[in-house]
Each structure stands twice: as structure tokens, then as C-alpha cells.
Nanobody, 120 residues
Framework: QVQLVESGGGLVQAGGSLRLSCSVS????????MGWYRQAPGKQRELVAH??????NYADSVKGRFTISRDNAKNTIYLQMNSLKPEDTAVYYC???????????????WGQGTQVTVSS
């Protein structure tokens, strides 16, 4: 079973930056493709970005502001978030996923997530 632990969230003013981390452990599922998701109050969970062996992909709402990366030696996935907006406020989650038709479908149970709050 894959264990997922997100960290790095916090309170930041609009225009600021945060760097989220996702620690991955366990080996039963493939972690070749990883995704970052977020869920705002009263809204459905949405895919923010995902990373494959060869590429990175972003939702239109974060393109040009967020960067997904990985350090395989440390079993860690990152999300660098710049130029943050109040509408980025959400709980952020990571998950290994299967990419298909412009989406990446999560493979396993959700971790605790990390709260990002952006004030105006």
C-alpha cells in the first residue's frame, strides 16, 4: 500500500509563494505518474497538475504559476506555487494516478492533505 504525506501549506498573502511536498512510501502501486489535486470548501476535488516520465501537465487555472517536480531519490513530489490568488485556497492532496484523455485518475486512498489559504 502507498503511504502519502503532504506538507508545506500555510497562510500567505495574494502574490506570495508556497512549496508543497508529498512524501511517498510503499511499493505495491506504481508511482511513475503522480498528481496534485485540491479541494476548496463546497467544491469537488480537482486535478491541479500531474507529472509523467516525460512531461508535466497543468490545469488552465494554474498554468504559468505552478510547477510540479519530483526527486525520485527522496521519494518526494513537489508543487511550487507562485503568484498565489485567493481562489487557490484549498486543501491540496497528492496521489499516484493514471493519465487518460486530459485527466489523471487517482489510484489510491487520499492522505490528510495540506491546507493552503491565500488572503486578498
Amino acid at each position: 500500500q502507498v503511504q502519502l504525506v503532504e506538507s508545506g501549506g500555510g497562510l500567505v498573502q495574494a502574490g506570495g509563494s508556497l512549496r508543497l511536498s508529498c512524501s511517498v512510501s510503499g511499493s505495491i502501486f506504481s508511482t511513475n505518474v503522480m498528481g496534485w489535486y485540491r479541494q476548496a470548501p463546497g467544491k469537488q476535488r480537482e486535478l491541479v497538475a500531474h507529472i509523467t516520465r516525460d512531461s508535466t501537465n497543468y490545469a488552465d487555472s494554474v498554468k504559468g504559476r505552478f510547477t510540479i517536480s519530483r526527486d525520485n531519490a527522496k521519494n518526494t513530489i513537489y508543487l511550487q506555487m507562485n503568484s498565489l490568488k485567493p481562489e487557490d485556497t484549498a486543501v491540496y492532496y497528492c496521489n499516484p494516478c493514471t493519465s487518460f484523455s486530459g485527466y489523471c485518475f487517482p489510484k489510491t486512498s487520499w492522505g490528510q492533505g495540506t491546507q493552503v489559504t491565500v488572503s486578498s
